[in-house]
Every structure is written in C-alpha cells, then in structure tokens.
C-alpha cells in the first residue's frame, strides 16, 4: 500500500541521490577499510534508512510493506554493506521489539534505532540450532528476584561487533528443545556478562561485520522479556522473519538491478571483433535474462507486500519471495560477471564484489532448502 505518492517519491529520489552520489563512489573504500565510516553512517542518517519501518509515533518513518520494499529496491543499488548497516534497524533490529514489545520498551529503545544512534541485532543463531533454531540451548534461568540468567553463545549474527542492543533469543522452561519454551530477550551492551567477538572473516560484505555474542552469567530484570511474557519468543521471531523475508526479497533485487545497468553499459562500451558485445546475441541473451527474472521477481515481492498491507495471510508468499529473489540475484551475478569476462573476475568494477555479496543471502534467513519445503509444506497441505 503506498499512501501519499508524492512522499514516496521524494524519499525515493533522497534515497537515489544517496547511492549515485556518495554509496557508489565509496564502495572501494568500504571494502578496503572494512567499515562503512562515521560521514557514511551520518549520510544514511540523513535519509533517515534506520528507521524507515519504525512507526512515526517513535521517529521513524512508518513505511508501509510495499513502501518498504520500494525503498529497499533503491538503497540496495550499491555494495550490500551499506544496507546492512545502515538499514538493519529498519528489519532484525527492531521488528521484534515493533511486533510484540510493550510501550514502555518501544520507548525506550525505538526512537534512538530509529535515528540510528543505537544499532540492533537479533541473536537466534547457534552452533547446534541454525536452520533448526527451535535447538538452541541459550539458557535463561529466572532467579527468585524475578531476574534471569543468561548463559550460551550465539554466531554469526549480523552487526554484533558493533551492535549497542540484542534481541537474544533463549530457553526459560528447561527443556531441551522446542518452539514453546524460548523467550525473547532485550539486551544493552553493556550489561555485565555480555560480551562480544571481533568480526568473523567471511567471503564478502566487507564493512558489514558479523560476529559472535557470548552470555555468561548475564543478568537482566524480567522486563527486559519482550512483551514481559516469557515461552513466546519463537512466535515473536517468527513475525519478524515473516516481514523481513519480503525485506530481504526487496534487498536482494537492488544489487541484481545494479549490476544488470553496469552490464548493459559494459556492453554498449566493451568491443570485441570491431563490434559492441552487446552486439553479440549470447550477450544480449544474458542481459534479457536477467531482466525477465528482475521484473517477475520484482512483481511478486511487490504483490506480497500489497497482501501483507492487507493483512492477508502472506506465510507461503514469503517464503517464495525469499527464494526466488536470492536466488535470482545469484543467477545475475553470476551472468554479469560472464558479460565482464575477465574484468568481472578481477577487482576494480565492483562485480566480484557483488559476486561474493550477495552469495550469502541464500544462507540466512531461512536457507533456500528451508523455504522450498515451506512452499511445499503449504501446497501439500491443501
Ligand atoms: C552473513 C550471515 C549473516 C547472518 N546473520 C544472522 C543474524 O543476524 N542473526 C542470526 O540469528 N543468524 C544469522 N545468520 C545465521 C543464519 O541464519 C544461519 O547460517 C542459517 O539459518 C543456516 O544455519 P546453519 O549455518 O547452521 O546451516 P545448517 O542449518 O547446518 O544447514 C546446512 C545445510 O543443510 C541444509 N539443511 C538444514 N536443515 C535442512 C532440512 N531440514 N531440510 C533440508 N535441508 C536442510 C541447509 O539448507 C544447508 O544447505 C547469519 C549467517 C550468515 C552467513
């Protein structure tokens, strides 16, 4: 649902601007330093990207799924690391807190992740629980105070390393496993017996660290529970996960349609026997591929996000957005470094780079062998 236009594109435009005159120009030297610098997270600032789907009761921008999407589409036009930190708020980082926090916790937190003075991450991940996250083993057992202590590990979780806030998922029942007993926490860098690793190396989104978060003895008041009802943590990340799949769909169709515009531009540049290659029908295929697959994705993702507006039931569409967004941007990727021929596989343009970027969302978020037994689970069911 897009609700006055004439905003959108404004913020559109402001977000394009962003991207063609400081992201793009920048992209090497995020890659090189490993970070995406203090005038780079001020201009992100600036545009407001960390808080574009916080309500305006906070001081974000409340955008609705489709506004959101469209708004992802345009600030992803540029190497992945950007949105990640720059937008992560706007997904992971508080869309637990949004969907099931109580008023005073969204006070407390969401107009700072909104202005993008406190980074949020969400801590679900383990090294026994990745695609079965009902695994994991974070204990948090509650003390007669009222109190809980935490004690696990997490890793691979996005912005860590530089996270102030973490929504870490744990067991309060005592159980070994299962859905029902884990409870969703809110947690403060800073809180004694949280600490976190230094950056995971990783095969790209350089700037965009990942990291390791360690609970030892840690201990939080009951309010710091979601909600303040413990055992509902799964459902509470299940409806963060349901939104950020159709996020995540948005963000991986910016760099496809990114690096279908430098493809075309390298065609029309790059001669080959006297001749454009883009001249040459097998390039030119390429290219028409990579379209077809970015407007039907693109279609669909928008489609999703219109019934998700609507409050339809969107369980299954997500999944095949996931899907056939992450897969699709590989697919593209991996054409258009074939269309650079050896300039697509050495550094300078970029393409490696998105190459290795975008690899990755196939892996979180649900794996694309997770959402294909999701949309069959749905078909099957009848
Ligand atoms: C860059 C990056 C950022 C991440 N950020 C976060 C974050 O911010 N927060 C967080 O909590 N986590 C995060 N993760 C973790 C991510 O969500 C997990 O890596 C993902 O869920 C897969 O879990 P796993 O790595 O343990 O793989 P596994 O679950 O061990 O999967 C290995 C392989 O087995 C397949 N497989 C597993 N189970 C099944 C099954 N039932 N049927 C068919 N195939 C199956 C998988 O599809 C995969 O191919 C991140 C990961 C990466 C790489």
Redesign the pocket.
């Known amino acids: 649902m897009i609700r006055d236009q004439k905003r959108l594109d404004e913020l559109l435009q402001r977000t394009r601007r962003f991207v063609r005159e400081v992201a793009i120009p920048n992209e090497d030297r995020v890659e090189a330093e490993d970070n995406v610098g203090p005038d780079l997270v001020a201009a992100m600032r600036g545009i407001g990207s960390f808080g574009w789907s916080i309500p305006e009761a906070y001081g974000g921008s409340g955008l609705t799924t489709e506004e959101l999407a469209l708004a992802f589409m345009e600030l992803t036009q540029c190497s992945v690391a950007y949105r990640v930190v720059g937008a992560q708020n706007a997904g992971?980082g508080s869309e637990c807190l949004i969907r099931d926090g109580t008023e005073a916790q969204k006070q407390r937190y969401l107009p700072s992740l909104a202005r993008g003075e406190l980074i949020g991450?969400?801590?679900?991940?383990e090294e026994m629980a990745?695609?079965?996250a009902t695994a994991l083993q974070t204990r948090a057992e509650r003390a007669a105070d009222g109190s809980y202590v935490l004690n696990g590990a997490?890793r691979?979780?996005?912005l860590a390393p530089i996270a102030g806030l973490f929504t870490v998922l744990a067991r309060t029942d005592g159980s070994e496993r299962g859905a029902a007993g884990v409870t969703a926490f809110l947690i403060e860098r800073g809180t004694p017996g949280l600490t976190t690793s230094g950056s995971t190396p990783?095969m790209g989104?350089e700037g965009a660290p990942?990291g390791e978060v360690y609970l030892e003895d840690c201990r939080v008041p009951g309010e710091a529970i979601i909600g303040l009802v413990p055992g509902q943590g799964f459902r509470t990340v299940m409806k963060c996960l349901n939104k950020q799949r159709i996020n995540l769909a948005a963000l991986s169709t910016g760099p496809a349609i990114r690096m279908l515009d430098e493809a075309v531009a390298y065609a029309r540049e790059r001669h080959q026997s006297g001749r454009p290659i883009g001249e040459f029908q097998l390039v030119q295929a390429m290219l028409a591929e990579c379209k077809v697959e970015i407007e039907a994705t693109r279609a669909l993702i928008l489609e999703t996000a219109r019934k998700r507006d609507r409050d339809e039931d969107v369980t299954m569409d997500v999944s095949l957005c996931k899907y056939m967004a992450t897969e699709m941007c590989c697919r593209v990727a991996d054409r258009v470094v074939q269309i650079f021929g050896g300039q697509g596989y050495v550094k300078g343009r970029g393409i490696e780079r998105f190459y290795r970027d975008v690899r990755?969302a196939r892996?979180?978020?649900?794996?694309s062998?997770?959402h294909l037994?999701n949309i069959a689970k749905h078909l099957l069911r009848g």
Not at 121 to 125: F, K, P, V
Not at 363 to 367: A, R
Request: glycine share 8%; aromatic share 8%; charged share 15%.
């Open positions: 992971i991450c969400l801590a679900l991940t990745g695609s079965d997490k691979y979780i996005t990783k989104q990942i990755a892996i979180y978020e649900g794996t062998q997770i037994l």
